[in-house]
């Protein structure tokens, strides 16, 4: 059950608090409630703030993401999920982690015309770019500027191999192009779904699609013929954990052929956006999942340790390897590898008809 929260509750929304910005010296507070009633309102709605980036694809240095290069036609996010990794780095543009990360989104404009010219760049070799490495790409204000779009439209004209994840079902609309990608055994798509509760799932990932429209994902891109894998991600111990075997019985029924996970951390600004959730909408948990959290990071709730950081360490860390191992096992899930081709990548003579 759901459990009561404080009458300030931010309907839709996953944070509930805007933690201080450790990169700024001013610190806003409310000092009086007269006459900050159109403040509040209007800080409510989600802005666009257009930026002109110098580059869109970046290097990934991390070793146990998965990925080598990232591509984020948007930064901040109003999926709203609580525990997202990504809300630290809105810290970076003068924003907060919190609620700001859900309400002020970046908008990559001129992402298009980067990616063409990092992709002609002299001795580019193909290798597998990620969309999402960040924020989603799918995420709701791409129905509006679709970026995402003309960046899978670029991909396809110079066959790019690309590696994506998101876990909202906006990513149909695309399934034409990643249709003719997967023909060319240039695309892999991974689904978000850590948990099957949809009570849950409202309050911790506020705005995105339901786990339901989620495995109609999975299962419409793979009658297309588009390989399609599953993270159940991140897995909260004494919360979600126990969906494992659910879940993946769930995804390889839809046709997944591949699974991931990852356990929770709450580095940085996260951890108190976290906590604060949690005491609000499950008090009567709060000490078992805090704890169990921190008993899969040495006694924290992060762990920045390469290999240890996104699967964690300890007995409930093992209980939910094995888990997560056999019943990938009894699914059969994993067992084939997704190599993407790279030795198709070329510069289109016409790059005008593009756009």
């Given amino acids: 059950m759901i459990g009561e929260r404080e009458n300030q509750y931010f309907k839709g929304r996953g944070?509930?608090?805007n933690p201080h910005n450790k990169f700024l010296k001013d610190v806003y507070v409310k000092e009086h409630d007269e006459g900050?009633?159109?403040?509040?309102?209007s800080d409510r709605k989600t802005s666009f703030i257009f930026e002109?980036?110098?580059t869109i694809v970046n290097k990934v240095d991390s070793p146990d993401v998965g990925m080598a290069y990232s591509l984020n036609p948007y930064q901040g996010c109003e999926h709203g999920c609580t525990y997202c990794y990504a809300r630290n780095s809105h810290?970076?543009?003068?924003?907060?982690?919190?609620?700001e990360f859900e309400r002020k989104i970046i908008v990559k404009k001129d992402a298009p015309t980067l990616f063409k010219k990092f992709l002609e760049k002299k001795g580019w070799d193909a290798t597998t770019i990620s969309l999402s490495g960040n924020t989603d790409c799918y995420q709701?204000?791409?129905?509006?500027?679709k970026l995402t779009r003309q960046l899978l439209e670029i991909a396809l004209a110079y066959k790019q191999p690309i590696g994506m994840i998101t876990k909202n079902s906006l990513i149909l609309r695309d399934r034409d192009i990643l249709k003719e990608m997967a023909k060319l055994n240039?695309?892999?798509?991974?689904?978000?779904?850590?948990?099957?509760?949809?009570?849950?799932?409202?309050v911790m990932e506020p705005r995105t699609t339901t786990a339901k429209q989620r495995l109609k994902v999975v299962e419409e891109l793979s009658k297309d013929g588009i390989p399609v894998g599953v993270m159940v991600a991140p897995l909260v111990p004494g919360l979600s954990d126990h969906e494992i075997p659910k879940i993946l019985k769930a995804v390889a029924n839809a046709g997944a052929i591949?699974?991931?996970?990852?356990?929770?951390r709450l580095n940085g600004a996260i951890g108190q956006i976290f906590e604060d959730w949690l005491l609000k909408n499950f008090p009567d948990r709060f000490d078992k999942v805090w704890h169990s959290i921190q008993s899969c990071h040495g006694g924290n709730v992060n762990d920045s340790r390469f290999?240890?950081?996104?699967?964690?360490?300890?007995?409930?860390?093992?209980?939910?390897?094995?888990?997560?191992?056999?019943?990938c096992r009894l699914n059969g899930l994993n067992i084939k590898d997704i190599i993407l081709d790279h030795t198709l990548f070329k510069v289109p003579s016409n790059q005008a008809s593009l756009f």
């Fill in 91 to 99: 810290q970076y543009w003068g924003y907060s982690a919190g609620i």
């Fill in 36 to 41: 900050i009633d159109d403040w509040e309102e």
């Fill in 52 to 54: 002109n980036s110098k």
């Fill in 186 to 202: 240039l695309c892999m798509v991974y689904v978000s779904i850590n948990s099957l509760n949809e009570d849950l799932r409202q």
């Fill in 307 to 327: 290999g240890d950081r996104m699967r964690g360490d300890g007995n409930i860390s093992q209980i939910i390897r094995d888990n997560f191992r056999l019943h």
């Fill in 258 to 264: 591949k699974a991931g996970y990852t356990v929770v």
């Fill in 15 to 17: 944070a509930q608090v």
């Fill in 140 to 145: 709701p204000a791409e129905r509006k500027f």
